[in-house]
């Protein structure tokens, strides 16, 4: 069973950066795509990007040009670099591992996790 475990959240001002990592704890077929939501209150669960094994990415809208999310294999990790955050961004943010198919992106799309982090709380001010 893969642990997923998130840190790098807290408070942090309009404009500023935080990077989230996310380590899983053991390769499995799931990891090999690999994402961010998020959640703030009131709100569904939203997708915030993907990337799979070969480190091709997608980037939701909301944050393209903003937010950028990378993989470490060597350290079963992925990332998300925030720069020039918005209040708006404030949110639980959710590491996750997308069923394997053959399109990642198309799961990612779908909304097919497998497992979810506990989550860590950004909070832009």
């Known amino acids: 069973h893969v642990q997923l475990v998130e840190s790098g959240g807290g408070p942090v001002q309009a404009g500023g950066s935080l990077r989230l990592s996310c380590a899983a704890s053991?390769?499995?077929?799931?990891?090999?795509?690999m994402a961010w939501f998020r959640q703030s209150p009131g709100n569904e669960r939203e997708r915030v990007a993907a990337?799979?094994?070969?480190?091709?990415?997608r980037t939701e809208d909301s944050v393209r040009g903003r937010f950028t999310i990378s993989r470490d294999r060597s350290k079963n990790a992925i990332y998300l670099q925030m720069d020039a955050l918005k209040p708006e961004d404030t949110a639980m943010y959710y590491c996750?591992?997308?069923?394997?198919?053959?399109?990642?992106?198309?799961?990612?799309?779908?909304?097919?996790?497998?497992?979810w982090g506990q989550g860590t709380q950004v909070t832009v001010s």
């Open positions: 053991l390769y499995t077929a799931s990891s090999i795509c």
């Open positions: 990337i799979n094994f070969d480190g091709h990415t």
């Open positions: 996750a591992t997308i069923r394997p198919s053959v399109d990642c992106f198309w799961s990612f799309l779908k909304g097919h996790v497998v497992q």
